[in-house]
Each structure stands twice: as C-alpha cells, then as structure tokens.
C-alpha cells in the first residue's frame, strides 16, 4: 500500500523527468536538427503521440515545428486542452502510423504493453528519442 512520502516521492521523480524532456527538447531547438529528415530516413513518415499533458503538448508543438507529420495524439483520458489534434483513446487507435512516442515516463511499461496488442510499429519513450536525436553532431551550418 503507497503511502503519502511514496506518492511524494513518484510525483517529485515524474516532475524530474519531465523537466529533463522539456530541456532536451530545447537543446533539440537550438541546435536546428532536421528532425524530420533524420525520422525519415528511418523510414518514419508519420507518427502519433502518447500522452497529451505539458510534455506531450510541447513536443507536439516541437513536431509541427520540424514539420513532421503527426496523424493524432492518444490520451487515456480521451483530452489534450488546445493541442488543436484529433486524440484517441489506447483502445481506439489503428495501424495508421510509423512510430508512437510515448511521453509518459512513469506508466511507459504498462503503455507498452496495451499499445503492443493494438500494434505492431515501434513504441519509443520520449526520452529514448531525445537522446538519439542529440547524438548527431552538430555541423556548422546548423548554428548559423
């Protein structure tokens, strides 16, 4: 049984996690990486986002700003305030796309596990993908 201190401690490590997104996100930004060519040249065209709260909002933002094709956002709760996109639920969701990226880091197992029997493209964790994407180096034109 979780007590008071255990849910204390799962929120401060939630707000962590999502503070190291949102900043690797920023880095992403700044150094102007090609998100959508580096996605498509792993044959990723479309993909959809697991989890539309602050973290799952702000990459959507990121993703329109790379210019990359995002077919809709799948929340539990059927909801993502103004993130202006069509959401599903896990169990309404189809084989429409090419990659889910899933921004809740504290539920990532259970996730996987009902979004494995829905379909069969990779699930990847938000994190996992950020730091992929920031292990390209950086040319200098991408600076300019």
Known sequence: MKTEKD??????QIRKI????LS???L??????DVKKILESQQVFVVAVYGMGLVGSVF???LRDWDVCVC????????AGNAGL????PAEISQDMDMIVVTSEAYYEEIYSQLKEKVSVPIVLLSQLLDELLRIP????NLR
């Open 60 to 62: 959507l933002k990121a």
């Open 86 to 89: 069509e959401i599903k639920r």
């Open 138 to 141: 950086i040319s200098l034109e």
């Open 24 to 26: 690797l996100l920023v």
């Open 28 to 33: 992403l930004l700044l150094k102007k990486t």
């Open 18 to 21: 999502a503070n190291k997104n």
């Open 72 to 79: 809709y956002g799948i929340d539990q709760k059927g909801e």
């Open 7 to 12: 849910q204390l401690l799962r929120d401060n």
